[in-house]
C-alpha cells in the first residue's frame, strides 16, 4: 500500500533532496550535507527522511543549514 503525501500540506517528514530543495541545495549538495549531520534525518531501513519540525525550526532561526547548531553535537563514526 503507497500513501500519497502530495495532499498533505504540513508533512511530518521530508525527503531529504525535499529539505534541500528548501534551502537552497542541489539533491546531491542535500545529500552530502546529511552526512556530515548539517541536516537532522532518521533513517527507516534504506530510507532517510528529515523530521519536518527539527528542519523547519532550522530554517526559521535564519539558520543557515550548513551552519552547525550552537553547543556540541556528536559526530558520526565511520567502521
Keep these: ?3 500519497d503525501q ?4 504540513n508533512p511530518s517528514m521530508y ?3 525535499e529539505a534541500g530543495e ?3 541545495l542541489s539533491r546531491n549538495s542535500a545529500y552530502a550535507a546529511a552526512e556530515r549531520g548539517e541536516i ?3 533513517s527507516f531501513g ?7 519540525a527539527a528542519w523547519d525550526k532550522i530554517l526559521s532561526e ?4 550548513l551552519e552547525p547548531p550552537s553547543g ?4 558520526r563514526l565511520r567502521a
Excluded at 6 to 9: E, F, G, H, I, R
Excluded at 46 to 52: E, I, K, T, Y
Excluded at 62 to 65: E, I, K, T
Design 62 to 65: 535564519g539558520r543557515s543549514p
Design 40 to 42: 537532522p534525518t532518521v
Design 22 to 24: 528548501m534551502a537552497g
Design 46 to 52: 534504506r530510507l532517510l527522511r528529515v523530521p519536518a
Design 1 to 3: 500500500m503507497k500513501i
Design 6 to 9: 502530495t495532499a498533505d500540506k
Design 15 to 17: 525527503s531529504v533532496p
Design 72 to 75: 556540541n553535537r556528536p559526530r
